[in-house]
């Protein structure tokens, strides 16, 4: 099986173009987990676009003041929106739950650009005056470059973000010393420059506030002097070079060289959550100054060499080979979209691109993942570019254990216990309910409160059930117990909310209410739309997961807490979920029709995935239910939808559908340069999903997803290929993880299929490949062969 041939480098780990990027939506993303940059690779003139991580508008005197509520809360708030769906008055109800909203979250802002004027023996050169033009990232260098020919000339661009030494480094060099370069920084934000012999600083002021698009407010973005003034920030330039440097003004000149290196790096006022950002621009600038000349000290090649190790260390624990056309692989990347033709390559591509942005945006010891990733060139962005907690920041995170990037994980799970904290307030004051709990969105100071909105997404405070389901995860593909006993208090709390929140039913059930199913309708027996309601399933799928999972820690660390006897008792009155009348896994516990029966959201279905309790072999009926569900949604949807559906799609087995939804995602999304979003889902020239528009959910969702279809070990089994497409007829892909810590590499051709499991520790597994099923005994730190002919 080792001699199997399978797609080369170029076709499932570099993304390359002909072209300069004319939009945003075609530049090359880089980041160390904190620095977010954007690479347009252009020949006359240039631009990278900037971020930071901790660079949010507001502060927690924004979130205090915007936390007011619209009407009535607590115990006895709840009890009257109870009562009012016991008699049956779903209007009243709805305006009785909007009482609790507040506000809204703050927005993640870009944090500048970096602005160039390249000049070749004293000319700019436009596009059309250059060949030979080459623009390309290489996932396992996790570098940007640009190279073209002018009159003889070879111009060369590389561009990467360190982690290890915390900058960005450009590089440019020229075949002859002809080589001129202007240097500018700009931002959207409040800003001024700060003088520097030898270099460029930037300071700036975030505003107070950031409303969200779709709220109008008189001063959707607002600065401030007073108490809730955003943070200040900073941006710090240097260059060395073999020829003159200068500064003149707000520029960066540089004259007569054949090579030239720019290091940058950034720092804000942010320290926390819950702490006032009170560092002033200068002392980010000599913060962010002090980073850039301990690396403009080192040589340019020591720099890349600890950035590629650091960056390999992480993203050569796995990869994806599919066989592909060598044609299409031989094409730039917007081109091999555009055809849209079943490309195998390029949906291994897909899986990599994901680990490799994963790898980009979340590094431990930072926030996590927004929806845009570290990525966001808007000031007012869609959905201000937050943590959309009721599916999309969930999805952010599928891939982190499965695709061997445990690390990666660490910003959301060090988040959710600082959301656990502010939780605890939002779900005493709100609603009179111990524990903690988080609704549809939360930003960069742990804002859990119910935003002002609709009650179909602001009315949902399971957040916290379902975030608390990641510590669990982690659990179960690392076995560190330490971690586990850390994450006891966070699990505990969330399971304390749902058991507060559950309520008796008249059949003696417990059930949930007030409920919604995030961001759905149903219909009314008058026809008239309505959200909320009582028992929506996704409530008891995730409560009823919670609370066993808090039973097993419970058992796990010897842990006495007499909750667990009351977890256990009340998980066995969580009724089943119910099917409905079309054969479908209903989404409420009445069999309501949805108003829109292609929903997006595919809440009731988190039993499926990334749940474990529906199974098509332990659970046949509820299974067969999903996969109705799923067939009357139609795979049109989102980018991140069609990820799900993948998602869902393998853990039925069916690779006949996850092939045909991978191929949706892939084809190109209908925005164009202008601004103008489009109606469909895809994929923009650069890979990053449309929902439209830009959302990388759907990017870590589709990578998720593929490694469903390839692996899965949520049951007893470790399952290998259990979805694998009809036309994926060889291939390989190294370093997917079990749970249980094994690792797993596969290769198969239609001679066979070769599997080498590696274990952690030792421990007795069942393997399944098809219907055929295999005890093994692993061995820790000895790999295990298995194979069929």
Not at 380 to 394: G, L, M, Q
Not at 406 to 428: M, N, V, W
Not at 636 to 649: D, N, P
Request: glycine share 8%; hydrophobic share 40%.
């Amino acid at each position: 099986m080792s001699n199997l041939v399978s797609s080369n480098h170029a076709a499932t780990q570099r993304l390359f173009y002909d072209q300069p990027a004319a939009a945003w939506l075609e530049a090359l993303p880089l980041g160390n987990g904190r620095i977010g940059a954007m690479c347009f690779g252009g020949v006359g003139t240039d631009r990278i676009g900037l971020n930071d991580e901790t660079l949010w508008s507001g502060s927690p005197q924004t979130a205090r003041a915007l936390s007011t509520p619209l009407g009535a809360t607590g115990a006895d708030a709840v009890q009257a929106v109870r009562d009012a769906l016991r008699d049956g008055d779903v209007r009243r109800a709805h305006e009785l739950a909007r009482g609790f909203h507040s506000g809204y979250s703050q927005a993640f802002l870009p944090l500048g650009d970096l602005l160039l004027e390249i000049r070749v023996d004293g000319a700019v050169p436009a596009a059309g005056d250059v060949t030979q033009y080459r623009r390309e990232l290489d996932l396992d260098a996790a570098i940007a470059t640009a190279q073209f020919e002018l009159e003889g000339v070879t111009v060369r661009q590389e561009v990467f973000v360190s982690a290890p030494d915390g900058v960005l480094v450009q590089r440019l060099t020229a075949s002859e010393p002809v080589l001129a370069l202007t240097c500018r920084l700009t931002s959207q934000l409040q800003s001024r420059p700060h003088a520097v012999d030898g270099g460029l600083g930037l300071l700036l002021q975030a505003p107070a506030d950031v409303a969200p698009p779709h709220r109008d407010v008189p001063e959707p973005i607002r600065y401030s002097d007073g108490p809730d003034r955003g943070m200040e920030a900073a941006i710090a330039l240097r260059a060395s070079s073999d020829g003159e440097i200068r500064t003149a003004g707000n520029e960066l000149i540089v004259e007569g060289a054949s090579e030239l290196t720019l290091v940058l790096s950034t720092a804000t006022g942010y320290d926390g959550p819950s702490v006032p950002p009170t560092r002033t621009g200068e002392e980010c600038w000599a913060a962010a100054d002090q980073v850039v000349q301990a690396a403009l000290g080192r040589d340019f090649e020591v720099l890349r060499s600890a950035h590629q190790d650091d960056h390999r260390r992480l993203f050569r624990r796995s990869a994806l080979e599919l066989a592909g056309s060598a044609e299409q692989s031989e094409l730039p990347t917007d081109v091999r979209i555009a055809q849209g033709v079943d490309d195998p390559a390029l949906a291994a591509l897909l899986f990599n691109y994901g680990r490799y942005l994963m790898i980009a945006s979340s590094r431990p010891g930072g926030l996590p993942i927004t929806l845009q990733g570290i990525w966001n060139d808007i000031l007012r962005p869609p959905w201000s570019s937050n943590y959309t907690v009721n599916i999309n920041t969930e999805m952010n995170y599928w891939p982190a254990e499965t695709t061997n990037l445990s690390e990666c994980h660490e910003p959301l799970l060090r988040y959710i216990d600082q959301l656990a904290q502010a939780g605890r307030t939002t779900a005493r004051e709100r609603y009179g309910c111990g524990g903690w709990t988080a609704h549809h969105n939360a930003d960069a100071w742990c804002w859990t409160i119910p935003v002002e909105g609709d009650p179909r997404w602001s009315n949902w405070p399971m957040a916290g059930a379902w975030l608390a389901s990641h510590l669990w995860d982690h659990y179960e593909f690392t076995g560190d117990l330490e971690f586990l006993a850390e994450a006891w208090p966070v699990l505990r709390g969330a399971a304390e909310f749902c058991l507060d929140w559950l309520v008796e039913l008249p059949d003696g059930s417990l059930g949930t209410a007030p409920s919604t199913s995030p961001e759905n309708l149903y219909l009314t027996s008058d026809g008239q739309t309505a959200s909320v309601t009582e028992s929506s399933t996704m409530d008891l799928a995730l409560i009823s997961d919670l609370f066993h999972r808090v039973e097993q820690s419970a058992e796990l660390l010897d842990m006495v807490d007499p909750i667990v006897d009351d977890l256990a008792a009340a998980r066995k009155r969580l009724p089943d979920p119910p099917i409905g009348g079309r054969g479908q896994l209903q989404e409420w516990a009445a069999d309501f029709a949805e108003e829109d029966p292609n929903h997006r959201h595919m809440s009731h279905l988190v039993g499926l995935h990334p749940g474990s309790a529906i199974t098509p072999d332990g659970t046949p009926e509820l299974a067969a239910a999903a996969a109705r569900t799923l067939d009357l949604r139609g795979d049109e949807a989102t980018g991140w939808s069609l990820a799900w559906k993948i998602c869902l799609r393998a853990r039925l087995r069916d690779s006949a559908a996850t092939h045909r939804l991978v191929r949706a995602f892939l084809r190109p999304a209908d925005d164009d340069a202008t601004g103008h979003i489009g109606s469909g889902a895809g994929v923009y020239p650069n890979l990053f999903c449309a929902h439209p528009p830009f959302q990388i959910d759907g990017n870590f969702g589709a990578t998720a997803g593929i490694a469903e279809m390839l692996l899965q070990s949520h049951t007893d089994d470790i399952e290998l290929l259990p979805a694998l497409p009809a036309t994926w007829t060889s291939g390989r892909v190294t370093g997917l993880r079990a749970r249980g810590g094994v690792t797993v590499d596969l290769t198969w051709t239609p001679q066979g299929v070769e599997a080498v499991l590696t274990a952690d520790r030792d421990q007795d597994r069942s393997v399944r490949l098809g219907d055929e099923r295999v005890a093994i005994r692993l061995t820790a730190g000895i790999g295990h062969r298995v194979s069929s002919n």
